[in-house]
């Protein structure tokens, strides 16, 4: 079944604690992208990449971290979380213009 | 720098009324989407729209897109209650930050009551 996974779902952390979320698509998809979605604010993009080891940044970068040494893998790394990264996170693959979205991230800083 | 607007942000209907949720954006761009959230779910594809004119329906829901004017529409017809959901336009397109991706609205979310 062609799909976006994420882990982990649920994650509840403290301020500081570095922390990774991992994405793997198996649709051999090069372009991947990072999206955090807060109450009425939508889907903002954090990061997204082109293809391997080419990855570029989305409208919120800051305080996050992308690798992409992988086609089918894109983690997002929180180096020194903070209360205000509370968030849903989203990972996402495209391919000829459509999305093809992960589960969610539901991610707490305390 | 790319801007995307939906209204309304929040929409009560009762089951059998008609609606329309519109979306504005302010740039040109190549493609539209539409997506459906449940809570605590992930983004649902509901229509791809591609160019002017462009017109897809898919059971009570029909989607528009008037390129020139650089407006979607999201037409319900006969609503019913598992239409309940919050529901996203997106833009493809540059957006402030020169990042090369979606730039979603806020959504809105519909609450269609018996």
């Known amino acids: 079944e062609a799909q976006v996974t994420q882990n982990p779902r649920y994650l509840i952390t403290v301020t500081g604690k570095k922390l990774t979320v991992t994405c793997s698509q198996n649709?051999?998809?090069?372009?991947m992208s990072w999206y955090r979605q807060d109450p009425g604010l939508g889907l903002r993009q954090i990061y997204y990449?082109?293809?391997?080891?080419?990855?570029d940044k989305g409208d919120v970068p800051e305080g996050y971290k992308v690798s992409r040494k992988e086609k089918r893998n894109f983690p997002l790394i929180l180096e020194s979380p903070s209360p205000n990264q509370t968030s849903l996170y989203f990972c996402?693959?495209?391919?000829?213009?459509?999305?093809?979205f992960g589960p969610g991230t539901r991610l707490t800083v305390t | 720098e790319l801007k995307v607007e939906q209204n309304p942000l929040f929409l009560s209907m009762q089951e059998g009324k008609n609606y329309t949720i519109y979306c504005n954006y302010s740039?040109?761009?190549?493609?539209l989407y539409w997506y459906r959230q449940d809570p605590g779910k992930s983004l649902e594809s509901l229509f791809v729209?591609?160019?002017?004119?462009a017109v897809k329906q898919e059971g009570r829901l029909m989607a528009s897109l008037d390129t020139k004017a650089r407006l979607s529409t999201l037409h319900i017809t006969a609503a019913v209650h598992d239409l309940s959901a919050t529901y996203f336009c997106?833009?493809?397109?540059?957006?402030?930050?020169?990042?090369?991706?979606?730039?979603f609205g806020k959504g809105t979310h519909l609450i269609i009551q018996p």
């Open positions: 990449s082109m293809n391997v080891e080419v990855t």
């Open positions: 729209l591609l160019s002017n004119g």
């Open positions: 996402a693959s495209r391919y000829l213009g459509e999305q093809y």
């Open positions: 649709m051999n998809h090069e372009y």
């Open positions: 740039t040109t761009s190549d493609r």
């Open positions: 997106a833009v493809d397109g540059y957006s402030g930050g020169g990042a090369d991706g979606l730039t």
